[in-house]
């Protein structure tokens, strides 16, 4: 327990140094947050699963319900600590030993006030993987995404086909939003509203009504409007993926998991993959796989182990002196959500966000309800999937999405990449005042980036060019998001709490102050904000397409026994979050896996 207790405080967290952190620790402990692992490792499996994350969690664990399979789950991170179950922390895990920390390449047509013109593309390392640190948010997309997904060749994965594995997955706690029908009860994944609501949740929804919107279940019959935030939380914790598959499923003897395993490498012979290559406690190691290897190592991780085992671009792999063994176009069709933010100013009757969070009280009131500030997705209040069309016109693809969350300048000043000078001039007059940020997000970006090696070293980080604002529509719709956010903050509901948009001018943009399409565009190109829901470097579809990797089955093309189940198979980004789209793709890859498995016991069932 002291061993724990000390790595527990070795975290930047807000309660590192609260003599109430032992409390809160005991406080959810009757959630088991991380499955057992093992240190003793076949010669051979049925399946090798590389990655832990929202997709391999899910393929181990439904893979494991199959007595007559062996699988092994490797991980490359470790058992994350007690902390990563309060909901409102997240920001605080990233950049640290539970991320991967990549980087993107600097950009060329964006972030000249940040440093390097670089931003930080947080990714999972973790048992759990990115749902160990990401925002929680549940939003499924739009039925138009899936539908899209299907018409480019991804036969199987229209709305009507992925839908009952997005009930499947679901336990949805909040009646409001199970009477619909588009919900599930029994599945693994806790959803909840977050117990917490402030003053800016308020006035934001009243503000919302009056302009016209409807107030609604995204993940409903409709899309468009100002979303009743649900997150994967369960009882006032976080509920990873690790927790909602892995956790139930530790005890079996079919399924090994093994956590700082970092894998180097698919062993691939005869055009058939045939197991992998990993370090793991000082040396090398190779495992075999009888029937498959599925690579769930997450969008940027699975293109890089896959160009390490000669699978990417010809002229990609030949630079690094690897062996091509198919010349197929991984890296490239990266995909991002991204955007810019307009902060305001709240009154000053409203504490700023940092202090509630260490307030006294409000950690009394976790330890004591579940319940506060400390379960809330790091301040987010109201999320809304908008586009440029009237509140009442009917077309319910969303353009764009809006985060409303009260900030806390820590998080500004160390974890989005803003240069010194920018920071002191936009955040410098606010220090120590409560303050709110409206982020508008592009849903449905244009740009398209690529991962590619940087050499042939397993350990080198990829390299990671999202391209952002290499297509003029992205900044067409986050400027279009950013005047909403304006005409929401300056509206009569946000002005009674004191909102009031910063007076600070963005260094650079001067010239553009009183013209918002142009001043907002300044500002979107100074600084822009990642969401770190990267998708599409491993497309699948068509095979007889060359831009997919994949076909529909999420097999790699001209590679038998090969599988990528994770974000990166996604052809096009959906309209919302990817943390439950990826576990849907889980669930749906596990039974296109399993419909290969014959266990005798099947035969003795059909007697």
């Keep these: ?186 599945g693994p994944v806790t959803m909840s509203k977050p117990m917490y609501d402030s003053e800016l949740k308020f006035a934001v929804i009243e503000a919302a009504k009056q302009m016209g919107y409807d107030f609604l279940d995204s993940n409903g019959p409709k899309q468009k409007g100002f979303y009743d935030l649900q997150a994967t939380i369960r009882n006032g914790q976080r509920c990873s993926a690790a927790k909602a598959y892995l956790v139930p499923n530790d005890y079996k003897e079919n399924l090994d998991i093994v956590e700082n395993a970092f894998v180097k490498k698919v062993i691939i012979e005869d055009g058939q993959a045939r197991g992998v290559e990993f370090d793991f406690t000082g040396s090398s190691w190779k495992v075999m796989a009888r029937k498959e290897v599925i690579l769930s190592a997450g969008t940027i991780n699975s293109a890089k182990l896959l160009m390490l085992s000669g699978i990417g671009p010809k002229e990609e792999l030949q630079k690094h002196n690897i062996s091509v063994v198919a010349d197929l176009p991984v890296g490239r069709n990266l995909q991002e959500h991204f955007g810019s933010m307009l902060n305001f100013e709240l009154s000053d009757k409203i504490e700023p966000f940092s202090q509630k969070l ?99 070293d397993p350990y080198d980080p990829p390299i990671v060019n999202p391209n952002y ?44 102050v009183g013209d918002d399409d142009k001043y907002f565009r300044c500002m979107a190109k100074s600084i822009l904000i990642t969401s770190s829901h990267p998708v599409g470097t491993v497309k699948m579809g068509d095979p007889k397409d060359p831009s997919t990797v994949l076909d529909p089955r999420l097999r790699v093309k001209s590679i038998r026994n090969l599988r990528v189940v994770d974000a990166s198979v996604m052809p096009k980004s959906p309209s919302g979050n990817t943390h439950v789209p990826t576990m849907m793709i889980g669930e749906k890859a596990s039974d296109m896996i399993k419909e290969s498995i014959h266990c005798d016991s099947d035969n003795k069932l059909r007697i």
């Design 1 to 186: 327990m002291l061993f724990d207790l000390i790595r527990e405080y070795n975290y930047p967290t807000p309660y590192a140094a609260s003599p109430l952190l032992p409390f809160i620790l005991l406080a959810m402990a009757g959630q088991k947050h991380s499955p057992k692992t093992t240190t003793n490792i076949k010669e051979e499996y049925d399946y090798i699963v590389v990655g832990s994350g929202s997709a391999g969690s899910v393929v181990a664990s439904r893979l494991s319900e199959r007595n007559c399979v062996s699988i092994l789950l490797l991980e490359a991170g470790k058992s994350p600590p007690r902390l990563s179950d309060l909901p409102v922390i997240n920001h605080y895990l990233i950049k640290t030993d539970l991320d991967w920390n990549f980087y993107t390449t600097p950009q060329v047509y964006a972030g000249r006030g940040l440093i390097n013109q670089t931003l930080s593309l947080s990714a999972g390392k973790a048992i759990g993987g990115t749902s160990i640190i990401n925002g929680l948010q549940s939003a499924r997309g739009n039925r138009k995404d899936y539908n899209d997904w299907a018409a480019q060749g991804a036969i199987g994965w229209s709305y009507e086909e992925v839908l009952p594995y997005f009930k499947k997955l679901e336990n949805n706690t909040d009646p409001e939003f199970v009477k619909n029908g588009y919900h599930g009860t029994d």
């Design 358 to 456: 260490r307030k006294e009280s409000n950690i009394l009131e976790y330890l004591n309800l579940k319940t506060g500030i400390l379960t809330s997705v790091y301040g987010v209040t109201n999320i809304a999937f908008l586009n440029t069309l009237d509140a009442k016109d009917p077309n319910d693809l969303p353009e764009f999405e809006l985060y409303f969350g009260e900030g806390a300048p820590e998080i500004v000043k160390y974890k989005l990449m803003i240069s010194k000078q920018y920071h002191k001039a936009i955040y410098g007059p606010y220090v120590d005042k409560p303050f709110y940020w409206c982020l508008a997000q592009v849903l449905h970006p244009k740009s398209r980036g690529y991962v590619t090696l940087r050499s042939n």
């Design 469 to 512: 604002f290499s297509h003029p529509y992205d900044l067409d719709i986050i400027v279009a998001g950013m005047k909403k956010c304006k005409e929401i903050g300056t509206s009569d509901p946000l002005v009674k709490i004191g909102s009031k948009l910063f007076s600070s001018i963005f260094p650079g943009c001067e010239d553009f």
